[in-house]
């Protein structure tokens, strides 16, 4: 038993040291976002207030403005995106989960994850060339069909994978009740899927809400406010870029502002999807 305890003392420190190093690891990972967290909030908090929020971007050399019209841009610009491209992605998803191994839905699965890799900017170049260049004009609508490219791949593998959970015993049943195949398929296996597939959905529109990439070929940017998807249109990405990037301070203090305003948006939309697979589960 002596013999044994050397062994044992070793394992348990190493043991110890792992849980140590796990823990220092999971730090290092948890502070270059503490430090974004701080340095936007420190920067940002003071030069958010009503006007702020309000207000168009005044001219150079004026005092105030605000970023009304990114607000009004973003919020567009993401809805018409996630109009077109949610109803799609649902559909697909489903097609994949229903046809695993045809050959069509190999083809199809390998071209989601290609688009998930091809980089925001290429995407950007893709729809300037389709759209804007044949339409002579940027637009919202534009940059809305760009988004919707990006958010394609995350809403069809959600919806894929969450189906596929699904036990075959509840579509089963559907077809035992005399129910057709689209109603099984609409109306119980897609509401068993439902949270799955909704905090899908929620995920593509935070990952599209800080692009910018793909809107400077296709919104453009606008100073006013404008609710017309055919015309260009300014969003807190957009705004963030141009205002940070240039030489004047209060156009600095306007782009801390709306980065807040933005990492706010899409931190609410991360705990709205975490809250949404906590109270609908699918119940297997």
């Known amino acids: 038993m002596n013999k044994l305890n050397p062994r044992i003392k070793y394992r348990l420190g190493m043991s110890k040291l792992f849980h140590a190093l796990v823990i220092v ?15 936007v909030i420190k920067e940002g908090i003071t030069k958010i207030n009503w006007n702020f929020l309000t207000n168009i971007p005044k001219p150079v ?15 567009i610009i993401v809805l018409v995106a996630a109009i077109i491209a949610i109803p799609i992605g649902i559909f ?32 950007g170049i893709v729809i300037y060339f389709w759209i804007v260049k ?14 919707a490219v990006m958010m394609l791949p995350i809403i069809i593998r959600s919806t894929e994978e969450t189906l596929k ?44 809400a800080g692009e910018t990439a793909p809107l400077l070929f296709t919104a453009f940017g606008n100073p006013y406010l404008n609710a017309n998807v055919a015309k260009p249109m300014q969003s807190l990405p957009l705004l963030i870029f141009n205002y940070a990037t240039s030489p004047y301070e209060e156009w600095h203090n306007l782009a801390w502002g709306a980065s807040m305003i933005l990492l706010i948006w899409i931190l609410l939309l991360n705990i709205i999807t975490k809250l949404i697979t906590q109270k609908w589960k699918v119940q297997l």
């Open 25 to 39: 690891f999971a730090f290092m990972i948890a502070i270059p976002l503490i430090a974004i967290l701080f340095f």
């Open 165 to 208: 959970l699904i036990p075959f015993t509840i579509k089963e049943a559907g077809f035992a009740l005399g129910l057709p195949y689209h109603k099984v398929i609409l109306k119980v296996i897609v509401p068993c899927g439902f949270s799955g597939i909704l905090s899908g959905a929620i995920l593509s529109v935070a990952r599209i």
């Open 92 to 123: 697909a998803g489903i097609y994949l989960s229903e046809n695993k191994n045809s050959r069509l839905s190999y083809w199809s699965r390998l071209a989601v994850d290609i688009l998930q890799g091809v980089p925001s900017i290429v995407i």
């Open 134 to 147: 044949p339409s002579g004009t940027f637009s919202a609508i534009s940059g809305s069909m760009a988004l």
């Open 61 to 75: 050399g004026e005092v105030g403005g605000g970023i009304a019209n990114a607000l009004l841009g973003s919020l």
